[in-house]
């Protein structure tokens, strides 16, 4: 156990919806990260938090948005759902984030979104 | 530009062989780091090594052993007396550096099979 959550576990939708994963990052921790990863594109970074401020961006669809909140919680807003949006999304924390300290991060257990 | 190749897609052994996979990555950085992550079937991804590019220091753990050589930009990883247990997709990632961020690149992941 990583000590990261996520919720839910599994996500079932249709096209067109909105949903919203959640991230609670190990304690301590003050830079959540959030990835995908598909069968055609592998494992991407999408996009990064540190202390509740955004900090990086990767490969993240504009449908899709995200924030931390004071308590370091993160939640992965996905809009206009696409059947290519299917994927496993994975949320991980680290300790900090200070100029590429390459900090181990650890990853939660994922959310499994079928978008039907 | 920056990337990690796993080239095995897929290896099957029978218990208690030795097996090696292969990482090579790219980048221009002369500051990174390198990791190891295990994705068992249940999906979540685990953290296995971290690995400066200053540290070309072999390192073994139990049944696991890293060989991390800056002159093929290779870093392996070695399985001795392989498992049941250990069958997964293994990822290799590199985070550089440049950009000031702590992103991870994934290879591929080459997918596991041990055998009884």
């Known amino acids: 156990d990583s000590g990261v959550t996520q919720t839910p576990k599994h996500l079932i939708t249709a096209t067109g919806q909105r949903v919203t994963l959640r991230c609670s990052p190990r304690?301590?921790?003050?830079?959540v990260y959030w990835y995908q990863q598909s069968l055609d594109q592998g494992l991407q970074f999408l996009i990064q938090y540190y202390n509740g401020e955004e900090r990086a961006k990767g490969n993240i669809l504009e449908r899709f948005s995200a924030q931390q909140f004071p308590d370091l919680h993160s939640e992965l807003n996905l809009s206009s759902l696409e059947l290519g949006d299917s994927a496993l999304y994975f949320c991980?924390?680290?300790?900090?984030?200070?100029?590429?300290?390459?900090?181990?991060?650890?990853f939660g257990p994922g959310t499994r979104l079928l978008v039907l | 530009a920056q990337k990690v190749t796993q080239a095995q897609t897929e290896i099957s052994v029978v218990e208690k062989e030795d097996v090696t996979l292969d990482c090579v990555y790219e980048t221009r950085d002369t500051t990174y780091y390198l990791f190891w992550y295990k994705q068992p079937p249940s999906g979540e991804l685990v953290f296995l090594i971290r690995r400066n590019s200053f540290d070309e220091q072999n390192e073994i753990s139990g049944r696991y052993s890293w060989n991390f050589q800056k002159s093929t930009s290779s870093f392996n990883f070695t399985i001795t007396a392989s498992q049941v247990v250990d069958s997964a997709v293994y990822f290799c990632?590199?985070?550089?550096?440049?950009?000031?961020?702590?992103?991870?690149?994934f290879g591929a992941g080459t997918r596991l099979a041990v055998h009884p």
């Open positions: 991980a924390s680290s300790v900090e984030d200070w100029g590429g300290s390459g900090e181990t991060q650890y």
């Open positions: 304690s301590g921790d003050l830079s």
């Open positions: 990632a590199l985070t550089p550096i440049s950009g000031g961020y702590n992103k991870l690149i």
